[in-house]
């Protein structure tokens, strides 16, 4: 089994920063590509970034370009997302999701394991 627990959402003004990050464990082994995604209120789930084992191949979101940044640490089964300039439409419930596969892929059916997510709230 894998678990993934997020943490270091909440309230920032707009414009603000967080930094969230998404702990691995159990079989670790098992996850190979990780992503960001999330949903709002009455929204589909929505990629924000992915990225390979490696860290050699990201994906990002058009809406999030220049403004966020995905990152991991292998040795610590650790993912971070540096979100910057935050908006108010980047509210959402945040979910980090790893996937058996290699590939940063955008689409949530391609992802394994999902963590419970964790709460961003930008206000104006």
């Known amino acids: 089994q894998v678990q993934l627990v997020e943490s270091g959402g909440g309230l920032v003004q707009a414009g603000g920063s967080l930094r969230l990050s998404c702990a691995a464990s159990g079989r670790t082994v098992s996850i190979l590509a990780m992503g960001w995604f999330r949903q709002a209120p009455g929204k589909e789930r929505e990629i924000v970034s992915a990225i390979s084992w490696s860290g050699g191949s990201t994906y990002y979101a058009d809406s999030v370009k220049g403004r966020f940044t995905i990152s991991r640490d292998n040795a610590k089964n650790t993912m971070y997302l540096q979100m910057n300039s935050l908006k108010p439409e980047d509210t959402a419930v945040y979910y980090c999701?790893?996937?058996?596969?290699?590939?940063?892929?955008?689409?949530?059916?391609?992802?394994?394991?999902w963590g419970q997510g964790t709460q961003v709230t930008v206000s104006s």
């Open positions: 999701a790893g996937r058996r596969g290699s590939g940063a892929l955008s689409r949530p059916a391609e992802y394994d394991y």
